[in-house]
């Protein structure tokens, strides 16, 4: 397969997905066929790419941070990464509480939407609740930091939701690597340098699969979205949430749109097209797979094919932004605590929602990056702010999607953080 027809491709197989859905929905084919044959191609191709997500970032850390032997480069590289994504996050978090204020979805809401949506998705938040809601709120304020290092590294290893762990532990060893004399070293380097190229060489034989896999993905989704529905049409949802789900979308698109561009102009010389171009395989992965830690391995090796990012920066930067960058999440949070406050008639005062969006930009740190994970956080935040958790079931039916649509943003500006800190390295040397 071509490499410079891949996006096609997988564009196509996207594209197929979604008429395949639409005919059998329409058709009322039994979902059977999209249970038992589609959704196992769709699982095998998200696993394989989780698979290698892990082990490529542990090597790739290990490998370019042992190379660099100047430990205030990569102090000088995290600080830049860590002021860039907590700024975009902050900003993103500003721009969902400013255009849900503006479009006020909530009340497009009717008592009689509400109560059925309230009753057809109130025992899933219930079930959120009780099995996760404790686990959260028992820990106190500063919790995120003393799960930075694992216990048994080698079970952080077997865990997607313990990417940060990895990335922290590889590059305390990569920083360790660099005391250790040079002829002990390169035989640890030499190790590492190859089970990253074996995993790179392993990611080009998956994406030969993606075309089919995100075919597979893309229709078993909407065949099972609408079966889920039980009589109430998918359409049918999405026209009585119009209101919110534009507004979520037209704030991503804000984001993708405005944001991004402009940060791109002020720090690189790169256009956003082709910055787009160039990240566009790894958005099509994340927006079929709706997680970040799957879409991380073709982002890695698409930022520094296509955009030049040095893979020192990249193997840095990216599994960090992955697992703290979280942009398209902070703005739907944002817009959810204000949309629900809006539909059950809380009013939020100007404090309160300056709280929420501090929690917002907070919390999505510890948002992981797989299908999913935002809800239970999200639960969390309505519940801080004096707002019944109950009123997550409102956006329940919408939520599958929009998660698509999130998780390419937050991967785009991983990439797009990737880019400005590369172009910024290159001044300073």
Same mark, same amino acid.
């Given at each position: /397969?071509?490499?410079?027809?891949?996006?096609?491709?997988?564009?196509?197989?996207?594209?197929?997905?979604?008429?395949?859905?639409?005919?059998?929905?329409?058709?009322?084919?039994?979902?059977?066929?999209?249970?038992?044959?589609?959704?196992?191609?769709?699982?095998?191709?998200?696993?394989?790419?989780?698979?290698?997500?892990?082990?490529?970032?542990?090597?790739?850390?290990?490998?370019?941070?042992?190379?660099?032997?100047?430990?205030?480069?990569?102090?000088?590289?995290?600080?830049?990464?860590?002021?860039?994504?907590?700024?975009?996050?902050?900003?993103?978090?500003?721009?969902?509480?400013?255009?849900?204020?503006?479009?006020?979805?909530? +009340?497009?809401? +009717?008592?009689?939407?509400?109560?059925?949506?309230?009753?057809?998705?109130?025992?899933?938040?219930?079930?959120?609740?009780?099995?996760?809601?404790?686990?959260?709120?028992?820990?106190?304020?500063?919790?995120?930091?003393?799960?930075?290092?694992?216990?048994?590294?080698?079970?952080?290893?077997?865990?997607?939701?313990?990417?940060?762990?990895?990335?922290?532990?590889?590059?305390?060893?990569?920083?360790? $690597?660099?005391?250790?004399?040079?002829?002990?070293?390169?035989?640890?380097?030499?190790?590492?340098?190859?089970?990253?190229?074996?995993?790179?060489?392993?990611?080009?034989?998956?994406?030969?699969?993606?075309?089919?896999?995100?075919?597979? $993905?893309?229709?078993?989704?909407?065949?099972?979205?609408?079966?889920?529905?039980?009589?109430?049409?998918?359409?049918?949802?999405?026209?009585?949430?119009?209101?919110?789900?534009?507004?979520?979308?037209?704030?991503?698109?804000?984001?993708?749109?405005?944001?991004?561009?402009?940060?791109?102009?002020?720090?690189?010389?790169?256009?956003?097209?082709?910055?787009?171009?160039?990240?566009?395989?790894?958005?099509?992965?994340?927006?079929?797979?709706?997680? +970040?830690?799957?879409?991380?391995?073709?982002?890695?090796?698409?930022?520094?094919?296509?955009?030049?990012?040095?893979?020192?920066?990249?193997?840095?930067?990216?599994?960090?932004?992955?697992?703290?960058?979280?942009?398209?999440?902070?703005?739907?949070?944002?817009?959810?605590?204000?949309?629900?406050?809006?539909? /059950?008639?809380?009013?939020?005062?100007?404090?309160?929602?300056?709280?929420?969006?501090?929690?917002?930009?907070?919390?999505?740190?510890?948002?992981?990056?797989?299908?999913?994970?935002?809800?239970?956080?999200?639960?969390?935040?309505?519940?801080?702010?004096?707002?019944?958790?109950?009123?997550?079931?409102?956006?329940?039916?919408?939520?599958?999607?929009?998660?698509?649509?999130?998780?390419?943003?937050?991967?785009?500006?991983?990439?797009?953080?990737?880019?400005?800190?590369?172009?910024?390295?290159?001044?300073?040397?």
């Amino acid at each position: /397969m071509k490499k410079n027809t891949l996006h096609l491709q997988i564009l196509g197989g996207m594209f197929l997905g979604c008429i395949f859905a639409l005919i059998s929905v329409k058709l009322a084919l039994p979902t059977s066929f999209a249970v038992n044959y589609l959704k196992p191609i769709g699982t095998i191709f998200f696993n394989s790419l989780k698979m290698v997500a892990i082990p490529l970032v542990f090597a790739s850390l290990i490998v370019s941070i042992a190379s660099i032997q100047d430990t205030t480069k990569i102090s000088r590289i995290g600080r830049k990464a860590f002021l860039m994504y907590a700024s975009t996050t902050l900003i993103s978090a500003i721009i969902g509480i400013g255009i849900t204020n503006l479009v006020k979805p909530g +009340s497009f809401i +009717s008592t009689q939407t509400r109560a059925s949506l309230l009753a057809l998705y109130g025992h899933t938040v219930t079930q959120l609740e009780v099995h996760n809601h404790p686990k959260l709120v028992e820990n106190g304020p500063l919790h995120f930091f003393t799960t930075l290092i694992p216990e048994n590294f080698f079970n952080a290893l077997t865990n997607n939701l313990n990417l940060l762990q990895v990335v922290v532990t590889s590059v305390l060893l990569g920083i360790a $690597l660099l005391k250790v004399p040079h002829k002990k070293r390169q035989p640890v380097l030499m190790f590492f340098d190859g089970i990253y190229e074996a995993i790179t060489a392993l990611i080009r034989m998956i994406m030969q699969l993606a075309p089919v896999g995100v075919f597979a $993905l893309i229709a078993s989704l909407l065949i099972e979205l609408a079966d889920h529905q039980s009589g109430v049409g998918v359409s049918e949802v999405l026209y009585a949430l119009l209101g919110y789900v534009a507004t979520v979308i037209g704030g991503l698109l804000v984001i993708v749109l405005l944001l991004y561009p402009m940060i791109l102009r002020v720090f690189t010389n790169i256009r956003f097209i082709a910055f787009l171009k160039g990240i566009y395989p790894a958005q099509l992965v994340a927006f079929s797979s709706s997680s +970040s830690s799957a879409a991380l391995p073709v982002l890695m090796e698409s930022v520094e094919k296509n955009l030049d990012v040095p893979e020192e920066i990249s193997s840095f930067v990216l599994p960090l932004g992955v697992t703290v960058n979280m942009n398209g999440t902070a703005l739907y949070q944002a817009v959810i605590c204000v949309f629900v406050a809006q539909a /059950m008639g809380i009013e939020l005062s100007l404090t309160t929602q300056c709280v929420i969006v501090g929690n917002v930009a907070l919390s999505s740190i510890g948002v992981a990056g797989v299908p999913g994970s935002a809800l239970v956080m999200t639960m969390v935040l309505l519940q801080s702010v004096g707002i019944p958790a109950a009123g997550l079931a409102l956006v329940l039916a919408p939520d599958r999607l929009l998660d698509m649509c999130r998780t390419v943003v937050n991967i785009t500006g991983d990439g797009l953080a990737a880019v400005v800190i590369a172009q910024k390295e290159v001044k300073n040397c």
